[in-house]
């Protein structure tokens, strides 16, 4: 009987635990939506066009720089991202979420044969559709944003308290989807600004064996790192935007990984246009 008193009071006392932290991360997430604006701001947004210019470098592959048009809408639970490139030289990325389904637009040129016509940052989003559903891709640009929509979502959130990265302090929360991911999905905020300014995703792959000994010690473990950075906010229509968003792609063995980097700059940041339904299309 003892032994079963005991038990109880521990279960009892892990159970208050977990009320306190899950009323941490509640009150956390509160500040961070007001860091955007007032309920009642936020409220009155029923979607938004981002449109801006968009800067390429794979960055440890020398200079070159492609640029061109990049535009983010997003209607409740919608979304359309367009980053678009010279055809002769690059590719257009293309993700859509209807609300419900996904795509993502194959690419000619830069499909490798491995991808099938998509690049791999296109593959990656494709494979890991989680990122659009989940309401994460575009951050607060987003009015399907992940943070607003919790009760919807049903995700779990974990403290991982402050923690530096690039030698400043940010407080991280983990984003565990209802949905089994591959994905570890980090979240990270200015502490006293409550803002959203980074989202990190990342996995791992095992090596593959070879057919002889030799073939399986030239394998390697294939790790993807996809990054989006948020800054230099801005006020517009009463809540508070990034105007920078760059998104830092790594994939590839450790000794000889590539990372891509998209550079997108908001010159403009609308709500509550005039929007065409066939831009949430599923192709």
């Given amino acids: 009987m003892r032994f079963l008193a005991v038990f109880v009071a521990l279960v009892s006392m892990v159970s208050v635990s977990a009320a306190k932290d899950e009323s941490k991360v509640t009150e956390f997430v509160n500040l961070h939506l007001n860091s955007i604006g007032t309920e009642q701001a936020r409220a009155a947004v029923k979607n938004c066009v981002a449109q801006g210019t968009v800067k390429f470098q794979i960055l440890n592959r020398g200079p070159q720089v492609w640029e061109g048009p990049a535009t983010l809408v997003s209607e409740g639970d919608k979304l359309a991202a367009l980053m678009k490139f010279p055809p002769t030289v690059y590719r257009t990325e293309w993700f859509v979420r209807d609300g419900q389904r996904t795509s993502v637009a194959p690419v000619r040129p830069g499909g490798g044969p491995r991808t099938g016509g998509w690049s791999e940052f296109g593959d990656f989003i494709k494979t890991h559709n989680e990122i659009l559903t989940e309401g994460l891709w575009g951050g607060t640009l987003s009015t399907g944003w992940a943070l607003s929509h919790l009760d919807e979502r049903r995700a779990k959130l974990e403290d991982r308290g402050v923690k530096k990265v690039d030698g400043i302090e940010l407080h991280r929360i983990d984003y565990v989807p209802k949905k089994s991911s591959d994905l570890e999905i980090q979240l990270y905020f200015e502490p006293d600004t409550f803002r959203h300014v980074m989202t990190v995703y990342l996995m791992s792959v095992a090596a ?7 073939d399986s010690r030239n394998e390697q473990e294939t790790h993807y790192r996809l990054e989006e950075r948020f800054g230099d906010f801005k006020g517009v229509d009463n809540l ?12 590839g063995a450790p000794s000889e990984g590539l990372i891509d980097q998209y550079d997108v700059t908001e ?7 005039s929007v065409d339904p066939k831009n949430f299309e599923v192709k």
Avoid: C, D
């Avoid at 010159?267 to 246009?273: A, C, F, L, Y």
């Fill in 208 to 214: 593959h064996l070879g057919r002889t000994q030799a």
């Fill in 240 to 251: 508070t935007l990034p105007e920078r968003w760059i998104i830092r792609f790594t994939y």
């Fill in 267 to 273: 010159q403009k940041v609308s709500h509550n246009m």
